[in-house]
């Protein structure tokens, strides 16, 4: 969530809480198979079900470019995108879409600003009745075209996990044992592009424009003495954030890379207000994970917080060992991101959550630190040594108190989230506000769960092109499912029939990324500035 998604959305960064009844609904179709669709018809070809709203005009397709409903293949970097018709999507005819209106209708209103394909659909959207499912439904097949995701290796098969928002008891005094600070986003944080950087590793001049840094191109090093110029070191910074920015701070003359968890917790956050305090160091790093939460005060009130800000510091946290030696979460480290892999077969005795060894969040498995102490608050005088949370992650996260008291908390997206309907994707293969169905299993009892969902949320913690993260809610139930959640699962997309999508199409052979085939193909589906931005 960010729930811009922390840990986590590295932007530049993821049901009801009842439960049980909820994974039951519409929860009666097959499990996903291990691969559909591969002989299915065009997009185009799609059924369209009774009541209708009116035919979609046919728009000119873009020159150069793939089109929803047109194309049968694309791809980008990250994924490869097959048309199908909704026939072919297991459990698409028996999903109650009434529970997913209401998510879309709000992601509608952030969509409408991004081209003519979505105001019109949007518009059309106003006109179908919110109760008939069987109307959403033909709405959906009227409008849009169903592609299966698939990852880079032509897999159809990715990993489902689930986030909640967590509530942590609070105060808004430092006094013990409310010892570990909630901070806002730092005023002293600068932003680079990364894309307006040179390549390699040298040293660069650059100056501060308000929050944004410049390089300054024809200077070197040696002009380092003209009044507002700093040194940049390229070579410590980390460029491939979503949304390609680089968080930096000023020290001296020199421009460094924003501080790590450990030296927030060790030398303080000086230039950050503090929301308030809490008892436990573990219970707030699960929330920067979580991306959003609530704070309860002693005398019953809650502060909500929700995402603002990272440190630009990669996710990397510490993984629970299994008894073998190996991580109890299988995981692939590509570049500066951490991606979850499948691990069918675990029997991970915390999959509740409750071990006190261990923290099962969003899919990951991570040890808890073996101590914690107390850690610098900027004008406080700390009872005992500052050691420190103990926590080995670099990626903090900053938060900002939420206005809205009742509902979801709001997601990178920018709409409240909505449980059970609301998921949180890489945006990279996955555009934030689209429509995603979803084909997995239910947490704890692997009943077939295949529903349509919106994605409105992304994070640190959720790579890869065929992931998703299901918004469980809030309260216990919710803790206790998403915490369990970790399942495989297959993602179709839908898209609006005439949008231009990855300009890109691709032969029969399978890429490897960074390989040949895919060197030159783009790295968003739908490059969206501040979400998900191609080089």
């Not at 809205?404 to 909505?418: C, E, I, N």
Request: glycine share 10%.
């Amino acid at each position: 969530m960010n729930t811009r998604s922390p840990i986590f959305f590295f932007p530049a960064l993821r049901w009801v809480a009842v439960a049980t009844a909820v994974f039951a609904a519409g929860c009666v179709n097959t499990p996903p198979a291990s691969s559909t669709d591969a002989n299915a018809g065009p997009a185009g070809s799609a059924p369209t079900a009774s009541g209708a709203p009116g035919a979609t005009a046919t728009r000119p397709a873009p020159v150069g470019a793939s089109v929803a409903g047109q194309a049968r293949t694309f791809s980008t970097q990250l994924a490869t995108y097959t048309s199908v018709s909704f026939d072919a999507v297991p459990g698409w005819a028996r999903d109650d879409f009434s529970d997913s209106w209401p998510a879309f209708l709000g992601s509608c209103k952030v969509l409408t600003g991004r081209g003519a394909e979505w105001k019109d659909v949007c518009a059309r959207a106003l006109r179908v009745d919110s109760k008939s499912s069987t109307a959403i439904r033909a709405f959906f097949e009227q409008e849009f075209s169903a592609y299966q995701i698939r990852d880079d290796d032509r897999k159809p098969d990715g990993v489902v996990t689930g986030y909640f928002e967590p509530e942590i008891p609070g105060s808004r005094q430092y006094a013990a044992p409310f010892i570990y600070p909630v901070y806002g986003q730092p005023e002293d944080m600068l932003f680079a592009d990364a894309r307006k950087l040179p390549a390699g590793n040298g040293t660069v001049a650059a100056r501060v424009e308000g929050r944004n840094v410049v390089v300054q191109t024809g200077l070197s090093t040696r002009d380092m003495g003209a009044p507002g110029l700093f040194a940049l070191d390229l070579s410590a910074i980390t460029r491939d954030t979503l949304d390609r920015k680089v968080r930096l701070r000023i020290e001296g003359k020199q421009l460094l890379p924003y501080y790590t968890r450990e030296e927030i917790e060790t030398k303080g956050a000086p230039n950050a207000k503090v929301l308030a305090f809490v008892s436990s160091a573990t219970a707030l790093y699960e929330m920067q994970i979580q991306g959003s939460g609530r704070i309860k005060l002693a005398n019953g009130d809650i502060i909500r917080v929700a995402y603002a800000e990272q440190n630009g510091q990669p996710f990397r946290p510490t993984l629970a060992q299994a008894p073998n030696g190996k991580p109890r979460s299988p995981v692939k480290v590509r570049g500066s991101s951490i991606e979850l892999d499948l691990d069918d077969g675990d029997d991970d005795e915390d999959a509740g959550g409750t071990s006190t060894n261990t923290i099962r969040t969003r899919g990951f498995t991570l040890a808890r630190p073996t101590a914690s102490g107390a850690v610098v608050v900027p004008g406080r005088r700390t009872a005992g040594p500052v050691v420190g949370s103990g926590i080995k992650d670099p990626s903090y996260v900053f938060f900002k108190e939420s206005a809205s008291p009742a509902g979801g908390p709001v997601g990178a997206f920018g709409v409240p989230l909505s449980a059970g309907r609301s998921i949180a994707v890489d945006p990279r293969s996955t555009p934030l506000g689209y429509p995603v169905f979803v084909s997995t299993r239910a947490p704890g009892t692997g009943a077939p769960m295949q529903r349509l969902t919106i994605a409105q949320d992304t994070g640190g913690a959720i790579r890869g092109a065929v992931r998703a993260d299901y918004f469980f809610g809030n309260g216990q139930q919710a803790a206790t499912n998403a915490r369990r959640m970790k399942e495989r699962g297959q993602l179709w997309i839908l898209l609006p029939r005439g949008l231009a999508v990855a300009s890109a199409a691709v032969s029969s052979a399978i890429r490897t990324r960074g390989g040949p085939a895919g060197a030159g193909l783009p790295q968003c589906l739908v490059p969206t500035e501040g979400v998900c931005v191609d080089d």
